[in-house]
């Protein structure tokens, strides 16, 4: 069995919010929170308000290692918020696990926070100047301090006063004494959903996290709204709107395939990427074979459009842990490794097409095409389901560095030889956005294109 290093683009984030009086609320978010591990592994924690103050309960580890009875038993209320952390901005520790919780003279509140704000620095810079003393090195933390110091008579209007500081990608579930707020940023870029549970709201960064504790699809929160949610029901505010750009690598790599964004399966929208990679990048060939689980999707897409036999070549490890998704440079390259095994009897002697999601860095690309010629593969043919990332993100996605990215230095011959395939093949950008299928071009495409829709960290 070959150790295969992670070589993905990282989600940052997954949020969740409910309010459901009646309801066990801590327990319906650690379902949600379930629901929405694969968008963070490092942290997990839960703020609930019983309309008097807010217990918030964190930890670091994954969603079952850090709540058991005891913790849960603990938060009691009628609403709660959620969330589970990778870390990029702010790095790691419990110090930056969220939610985080903040004291003004509004009384107290929880955020939680998936994106990255490219004017943290100076905003930081800035209120450590007025003399606030930063507790994390989490950007949220400049949203909470921004609303707390905000002159305004309500929680809504200061936090609506403290987004207009702010540029960058957000989704924000906001825990207050009085409810729930959700807020999505101007471009809409990273996804926030609602839905209705009996007479309660639910709100989560995908549908899946809805489907696990039972609650409804509504709908998808619209770039620039803000959704206050309490007894009165849910009441809708418009603060700011921008051209949507919504984040496609949602749709290629970081969602879960039984979510709807955008009312768009992922699962779907991957099969079709896969069909049309077929039609832009036919092989001669005898076998399509995944790489699980990311290109799964995609493979089976190039099977039906090609005629070729979609087969199950390699086994991934499904017990890796935690050990996968620290996020220091040195725990990924020592020790941290995503175990994948090839079926010789299904490889031996024939022609692969190996699909793929994306090519990163080409480490983890080059290890397979070697593993599959290792048990007997005769051609590699490597089709990847999204064009080549030249750009690092700046919106809360973990990236490595311009130099680091294989597809800002190289060519696609270049690639080929370097992970060592008989041949290569991208989808193209315009079969990407085909794909996905979003009338109009609602995207953020900065990881292909460079072209940056809310700015980049200076
Ligand atoms: S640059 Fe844009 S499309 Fe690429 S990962 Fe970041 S938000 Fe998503």
């Known amino acids: 069995m070959l150790p295969v290093s992670d070589d993905k683009f990282h989600e940052e984030c997954g949020i969740f919010g409910i309010y459901a009086p009646g309801e066990d609320v801590a327990r319906l978010t650690y379902m949600g929170l379930f629901a929405l591990q694969h968008r963070g592994q490092e942290s997990a924690g839960i703020a609930v308000t019983d309309g008097r103050s807010i217990a918030l309960e964190k930890g670091l580890g994954l969603v079952g290692e850090v709540f058991g009875e005891d913790r849960l038993a603990r938060l009691k209320g009628k609403v709660a918020i959620g969330h589970v952390r990778y870390s990029t901005a702010g790095g790691g520790g419990l110090n930056n696990a969220q939610p985080l919780a903040a004291t003004s003279r509004r009384g107290s509140l929880a955020l939680a926070h998936n994106g990255n704000l490219v004017n943290a620095a100076e905003l930081r810079e800035e209120l450590s100047e007025r003399g606030y003393l930063f507790q994390t090195t989490s950007d949220t933390e400049v949203i909470a301090s921004l609303t707390a110091q905000a002159e305004a008579r309500d929680v809504t209007t200061a936090l609506i006063s403290a987004l207009g500081r702010v540029t960058g990608s957000y989704a924000l579930v906001v825990l207050t004494p009085g409810g729930l707020l959700g807020v999505r940023d101007p471009h809409g870029m990273r996804p926030l959903c609602l839905g209705r549970l009996g007479s309660g709201y639910v709100l989560a960064s995908e549908s899946c ?27 809708s505010l418009h603060f700011a709107r921008e051209k949507k750009a919504f984040c496609i690598f949602e749709f290629i790599y970081f969602a879960r395939p039984d979510s709807r964004l955008e009312g768009v399966n992922v699962h779907e929208a991957r099969r079709r990427a896969g069909i049309l990679l077929a039609r832009e990048h036919p092989a001669t060939a005898d076998l399509v074979v995944p790489v699980p689980d990311s290109g799964i999707s995609a ?18 490890n499904r017990y890796v842990g935690r050990t996968f998704i620290q996020p220091a440079q040195k725990t990924r390259e020592f020790g941290v490794h995503l175990k994948l095994n090839p079926i010789r009897e299904v490889l031996a002697g024939k022609r692969i097409v190996l699909v793929d999601d994306s090519i990163v860095r080409g480490t983890t690309s080059r290890r397979i095409v070697r593993l599959l010629r290792g048990a007997g593969a005769r051609e590699v043919h490597v089709r990847i389901s999204s064009p080549p990332i030249v750009s690092p993100c700046y919106y809360g996605i973990d990236t490595p560095t311009h130099a680091e990215l ?41 990881c292909f294109t460079g072209r940056y829709p809310a700015g980049r960290c200076a």
Request: charged content about 20%.
């Open 209 to 235: 996290a809805l489907d696990t504790v039972g609650a409804e699809f509504v709908r998808d929160l619209e770039p620039g709204e803000l959704v206050r949610i309490g007894p009165e029901g849910v009441e």
């Open 299 to 316: 493979a089976l897409g190039y099977a039906e459009a090609s005629g070729i036999p979609y087969a199950v070549g390699l086994i991934k």
């Open 406 to 446: 294989i597809g800002a230095r190289y060519n696609v011959e270049e690639i080929r030889q370097a992970i060592g395939a008989d041949s290569l093949g991208y989808l193209s950008l315009a079969a990407l956005k085909e794909a996905v299928g979003l009338p109009g071009e609602p995207y953020c495409l900065a």
